[in-house]
């Protein structure tokens, strides 16, 4: 019988809450410990796909997500200038990958692991913030600012991108965050979009809209039953554009607590600007203008650089998440390596008989994610390159390769459903752990030290 090992997880968001459903499910005791004095109440729409799904239908989640998932049937990509660039199907997506991929607003999507991992008897702290990380001779420790000590047989920092935690991994310097762009995340109204011939069909259709144009691009779609539109602007920055002062401090945290002046009010003329002076079509000028100023927040975005490594000298102290490879969300990717990063994890520790066995699942986790995660974060910044075009012969080309990609024949189907990203949707965490479980750890190994319970 594999030995329960007594895990902390330092982080209550969506990656903190997924591993600890993985690893309690595997017969670990799991305290989580959340800065936060409650689960958020915010946010905006994330993206679920196979990748992620796969993990979340091993947890006997999949059904629960389903039910709060906003529905959608395509997703239509158009140029600035309206030009349809692609149409791809979610029903593509199920018959190319498995699974249909799900779109969840944020809280929702934390607060359902959350109830997920309370039912697995996880201890979740709110208002517990760690001020101190140990690593000695007895086992990794925490002390909290209260001047409490927790002791672990390993802990997990899944903190965010300005984590306690990777600092003391990095051996006590941290990394420098890489400002990526500028996004307004607003909520329109449905009774303003109904006012609009122009805008009307955009709403009452089960659909994601993006628009791609120079330096800048949406991502919208309509929410809460078709009670709203939500729509994302991001703009990036350029050599004759810079991202303001104000934004170079940047982090696509969502915790409010951590950074109070990530997530501020918004300035809708700065969205109207934009689409005006990069000529977007009439919808968009048209849908721009109803944002109301309350309903216009701004988010600045950020990513980490590739880490030197994601695992404390001693193999007891973890990094996962937005902690260890925050990404830009152009792929729409930063949740899903989360999801994937305890799925593995969790692999990993049930392959480990003893505490002198953790060092060893800590280490295979890191080999098994961390180049594909850097991968995936490399894929997101050309993604965001790839939507930003401002005319050219590299821009006539991209929408050429769309064109054609837009022919009926046998690839077809592979092609709505984002085929070129295979390597990422159709990537089975389970299988990919255990090529290199089956090769770090041979049957018939012996035991070692016993698990701190």
């Known amino acids: 019988m594999a030995p329960k090992f007594h895990i902390l997880i330092i982080g209550g968001g969506i990656g903190g809450f997924a591993c600890a459903v993985g690893l309690a499910r595997r017969g670990h005791v799991v305290t989580v410990l959340e800065r936060s004095a409650s689960l958020q109440t915010w946010g905006g ?54 699974y249909e991929m799900l779109s969840v607003r944020r809280q929702v999507y934390q607060r359902v692991l959350y109830e997920g991992a309370v039912e697995q008897g996880v201890k979740v702290r709110f208002g517990c913030r760690v001020e101190k990380i140990d690593d000695s001779e007895k086992g990794p420790s925490v002390t909290l600012s209260t001047g409490e000590t927790l002791s672990a047989d390993l802990i997990v920092g899944a903190d965010g991108i300005k984590s306690t935690t990777r600092p003391f991994i990095l051996g006590g310097r941290d990394v420098k965050l890489q400002p990526n762009s500028t996004c307004y995340q607003c ?34 779609g309509p929410k809460s039953n078709g009670q709203s539109y939500d729509a994302s602007f991001f703009i990036h920055p350029t050599a004759s554009s810079p991202l303001p002062a104000s934004h170079v401090s940047a982090s696509n945290s969502h915790d409010p607590g951590k950074d109070k002046d990530n997530d501020r009010r918004g300035d809708v003329w700065e969205v109207t600007n934009g689409v005006q002076k990069y000529g977007y079509e009439e919808r968009v000028q048209a849908f721009a203008k109803m944002i109301p100023h309350e309903n216009c927040t701004l988010w600045k975005v950020a990513q980490l650089p590739d880490l030197p490594t994601w695992v404390s000298e001693s193999g007891r102290i973890v990094l996962l998440g937005d902690a260890a490879h925050a990404m830009s969300p152009h792929l729409g990717q930063g949740a899903a390596m989360t999801i994937e990063d ?15 066995d953790i ?95």
Not at 61 to 84: N, P, S, T, Y
Not at 342 to 356: P, Q
Not at 363 to 382: F, G, L, M, P, S
Not at 404 to 418: L, V
Request: proline residues 4%; glycine residues 8%.
């Open 45 to 98: 729409d994330l993206l679920i796909s196979s990748n992620a799904l796969r993990v979340i239908e091993s947890y006997e989640l999949l059904g629960r997500f389903q039910e709060v998932a906003e529905k959608w049937e395509r997703h239509a990509i158009f140029r600035h200038d309206g030009v349809v660039l692609d149409v791809l199907s979610n029903a593509a997506n199920e018959k190319v990958f498995g």
């Open 187 to 220: 909520t329109i109204p449905a009774s303003l979009m109904l006012s609009s011939p122009l805008t009307a069909p955009l709403i009452n259709e089960q659909a994601i809209h993006s628009w791609w144009g120079p330096n800048t691009h949406w991502i919208c």
């Open 342 to 356: 305890g799925g593995v994890l969790s692999e990993c520790l049930a392959h480990a008989s003893s505490l002198d």
């Open 359 to 453: 060092p060893r699942a800590a280490k295979v986790y890191e080999k098994v994610q961390k180049k594909r995660t850097e991968k995936v974060k490399k894929a997101a910044d050309i993604s965001g390159v790839w939507k930003t075009m401002a005319g050219g012969p590299k821009q006539r080309r991209r929408d050429e390769g769309f064109m054609k990609r837009m022919e009926r024949g046998d690839k077809y189907e592979f092609w709505r459903a984002s085929g070129h990203l295979a390597w990422i949707y159709g990537w089975d965490f389970k299988l990919e752990a255990g090529k290199e479980l089956d090769r770090v750890f041979p049957v018939g190994k012996g035991m070692g030290q016993k698990a701190r319970i």
